[in-house]
T-cell receptor, first 110, second 112 residues
Framework: GQQVMQIPQYQHVQEGEDFTTYCNSS?????IQWYKQRPGGHPVFLIQ?????EVKKQKRLTFQFGEAKKNSSLHITATQTTDVGTYFC??????????FGAGTTVTVRA | NAGVTQTPKFRVLKTGQSMTLLCAQD?????MYWYRQDPGMGLRLIHY???????AKGEVPDGYNVSRLKKQNFLLGLESAAPSQTSVYFC???????????FGQGTRLTVV
């Protein structure tokens, strides 16, 4: 089964508001990746986090890796219609597998 | 540079028919993956390969077979299609572990 749990499954956001999506694991992770899939599209890599407590920013997106390396979050500020899509976290579940969470699907109300 | 190319993009099969999905990458990546995507289920790993001539089972391998005879190609086969295999299939590749994965455009398969 999937190695990580993502919450929430769906996020309905008013344009301009902030929101956060979470990715949780029961085991310590070596790293975590985040991907975005636009409606009708394919997943596209956003970022990789490796270090405990690491925080990385991409414009309005802030990614964080937990101190225990068992969870991660993606925070989006001032949501725009371009943020619509499904956000996945992905982890290395053994030496070579790349396993994805179920994703958080984001819709935006204008 | 085409990246990762999947063929075909759409297909309708009758129950019991067989087909092969082709994934081709031109980035000289070692690792290749096949996923299926169903509503609310995210991306589930079917099979993967860590190099030419190697394959391994993922989370949901039953009903599928794969081959990696050439480094650039990863084939996914359905020997006897079932309606439960109706899904969107994505291929991905990456140069090595802990690097970003590049995805193909997907194949939408319907089994009736």
């Amino acid at each position: 089964g999937q190695q990580v749990m993502q919450i929430p499954q769906y996020q309905h956001v008013q344009e301009g508001e902030d929101f956060t999506t979470y990715c949780n694991s029961s085991t310590t992770l070596s790293n975590i990746q985040w991907y975005k899939q636009r409606p009708g599209g394919h997943p596209v890599f956003l970022i990789q986090l490796v270090k405990s407590g690491e925080v990385k920013k991409q414009k309005r997106l802030t990614f964080q890796f937990g101190e225990a390396k068992k969870n991660s979050s993606l925070h989006i500020t001032a949501t725009q219609t371009t943020d619509v899509g499904t956000y996945f976290c992905a982890v290395r579940s053994n030496d070579y597998k790349l396993s994805f969470g179920a994703g958080t699907t984001v819709t935006v109300r204008a | 540079n085409a990246g990762v190319t999947q063929t075909p993009k759409f297909r309708v099969l009758k129950t019991g028919q067989s087909m092969t999905l082709l994934c081709a990458q031109d980035m000289n990546h070692e690792y290749m993956y096949w996923y299926r995507q169903d509503p609310g289920m995210g991306l589930r790993l079917i099979h993967y390969s860590v190099g030419e001539g190697t394959t391994a089972k993922g989370e949901v391998p039953d009903g599928y077979n794969v081959s990696r005879l050439k480094k650039q190609n990863f084939l996914l086969g359905l020997e006897s299609a079932a309606p439960s295999q109706t899904s969107v299939y994505f291929c991905a590749s990456r140069v090595r572990v802990n690097t970003e994965a590049f995805f193909g455009q997907g194949t939408r398969l319907t089994v009736v």
